[in-house]
């Protein structure tokens, strides 16, 4: 109920206030640590609990410095593994993406591709209505007239 009313409540002192001390207070505390502090906050402890015998030979000052070294290899290890896992799927969503782009234009526009035209070739003309030219005549007999027996 009462973040109900912090948002949808009215602007009023009351509201404003559970609003700075439940909501921008805490951001601003978290928003001053980094991401291996938090890290070092979960492993050192675990370390000084459950290392009982390394806390006494080593003291807690070198466990809580181990504890810190943990903690930047581990935020290193995560970041490079959500590096690679990026990498990896925006090469695989880059294939992808001219074919959902197409598909998306193609729907939108409401146009569909058109098929081409095959080329025809005309058929071959056959000289069997024509009597006076090159070819064979009436008679079966092939005719072939040239310029010279013409002059």
Request: net charge positive; glycine share 6%.
């Amino acid at each position: 109920m009462l973040a109900l009313f912090m948002r949808f409540g009215p602007d009023i002192p009351f509201r404003r206030m559970l609003n700075r001390h439940l909501v921008e207070r805490p951001l601003d505390i978290l928003l001053a640590h980094r991401r291996h502090q938090f890290v070092f906050m979960i492993i050192a402890p675990l370390m000084l609990l459950l290392g009982g015998e390394a806390t006494l030979i080593f003291g807690p000052e070198l466990m809580l410095a181990y504890a810190a070294d943990v903690a930047l290899y581990i935020d290193l290890v995560v970041i490079a593994a959500a590096s690679a896992s990026w990498t990896r799927a925006h090469a695989a969503l880059s294939r992808w993406r001219p074919r959902f782009l197409r598909q998306d234009k193609r729907k939108a526009s409401g146009a569909t591709p058109r098929a081409r035209r095959s080329q025809r070739t005309p058929a071959r003309l056959t000289g069997a209505n024509d009597d006076d030219g090159e070819g064979r005549d009436a008679g079966g007999f092939e005719v072939r007239w040239s310029n010279a027996a013409a002059a």
